[in-house]
């Protein structure tokens, strides 16, 4: 099974600044197969990037995907107030399909 | 436009059965793969099960196999999830996503399964 790391857990940050989380796989993952998702609190997950680095309709282009193997990062270059959330990422794999990281939350400062 | 509505949460005792359903519309529902990810109170999400459009695959987390069961009818646009011998680690808020390529570019609002005596 491919274990999803997300660090930090928590980063706290303020609007205008930019954003950097990391996501890294226990085993190569490949690039097609990995998806990055925004939760606020409430509501269902909603995707941001597929594939690693495209992003998914209506996403703004301050987000952005890059990363191959095992190292991946989701960057938000100027925070808005509502990008304040949790932020995942899913990596698909054949032996168990789907898999998330635990989260990393992040929060006004 | 695509919506996915969940139904069918509850309380329940351990051990006891739920029947979830997710109500899909705005999209040709026959032509896509689905899958239920839960998120337990507090935690993050866990994949539970999928099922392929034809119904012809499924799968199942190590957690669920052999207590919950994955159908479709593609004829009423609905997905389901049959939950059996529930357990307390079951509660979740409990969501079908629709499956684009090896994401999930669609998900419903969730339904609240709660397993407690």
């Known amino acids: 099974e491919i274990v999803l790391t997300q660090s930090p857990g928590t980063l706290s940050l303020s609007p205008g600044e930019r954003a950097t989380l990391s996501c890294r796989a226990s085993?190569?993952?490949?690039?097609?197969?990995l998806a990055w998702y925004q939760q606020k609190p409430g509501q269902a997950p909603r995707l941001l990037i597929y594939?690693?680095?495209s992003r998914a309709t209506g996403i703004p282009d301050r987000f952005s995907g890059s990363g191959s193997g095992t190292d991946f990062t989701l960057t938000i270059s100027r925070l808005e107030p509502e990008d304040f959330a949790v932020y995942y990422c899913q990596q698909y794999g054949s032996s168990r399909p789907w898999t998330f990281g635990q989260g990393t939350k992040v929060e006004i400062k | 436009q695509v919506q996915l509505v969940e139904s069918g949460g509850g309380l329940v005792k351990p051990g006891g059965s739920l029947r979830l359903s997710c109500a899909a519309s705005g999209f040709t529902f026959s032509d896509y793969y689905m899958s239920w990810i839960r998120q337990a109170p507090g935690k993050g999400l866990e994949w539970v099960s999928y099922?392929?459009?034809?119904?012809?695959?499924?799968y199942y987390a190590d957690s669920v196999k052999g207590r919950f069961t994955i159908s479709r009818d593609n004829a009423k646009n609905s997905l389901y999830l049959q939950m059996n011998s529930l357990r307390a680690e079951d509660t979740a808020v409990y969501y079908c996503a629709r499956r684009w390529v090896s994401e999930f570019d669609y998900w419903g609002q969730g339904t609240l399964v709660t397993v407690s005596s």
């Open positions: 085993q190569s993952v490949s690039s097609s197969y």
């Open positions: 594939g690693a680095s």
């Open positions: 099922i392929s459009s034809s119904g012809s695959t499924i």
